[in-house]
């Protein structure tokens, strides 16, 4: 009698390790990450903000995709060198994203007149595949006269 009180005890808290076991991996699923293999020209804060780059190597944590056509992913930053306070929001949609999208022959025109792109960048931008050959031939034209 004894016995079997002991092996159903035992028994129940298996049930109970194994179900909490289960609730903690569900709980801390793996994000579905992509890394850049090419910077993406990142737009948006303000109106006049200028262009920049979302650098090769970033890694994007999916979070989710829209009906629109766009899929939303998280970037984390660690901020270093200065206190930034949070805030509690005010606004009921505070999801103010940026957009990243892959560059263009007239958008990377732009960037190469303001920003420092490194070769490795440039190439990278370049094997994309987002701009033609034509058009890489026509920016070289245009930076060699």
Do not use: C
Request: proline share 6%.
């Amino acid at each position: 009698m004894k016995r079997s009180l002991f092996a159903l005890a035992a028994l129940i808290l298996g049930i109970i390790i194994g179900a909490s076991f289960i609730y903690k991996l569900k709980e801390h699923k793996m994000p579905k990450v992509h890394k850049l293999e090419f910077p993406l020209m990142l737009s948006g804060g303000t109106a006049n903000s200028p262009a920049t780059i979302l650098p090769k190597g970033t890694s994007l944590y999916y979070d989710q995709a829209f009906p629109e056509g766009f899929v939303r992913y998280m970037v984390y930053i660690n901020v270093e060198g200065v206190k930034l306070e949070p805030r509690e929001s005010t606004e009921k949609f505070w999801l103010d994203p940026l957009t990243a999208i892959p560059f263009d022959k007239d958008s990377l025109r732009k960037l190469l007149a303001t920003y420092p792109l490194s070769k490795d960048d440039l190439s990278a931008i370049l094997g994309s595949g987002q701009i033609s050959k034509e058009e890489i031939r026509d920016l070289l034209r245009e930076y060699s006269e």
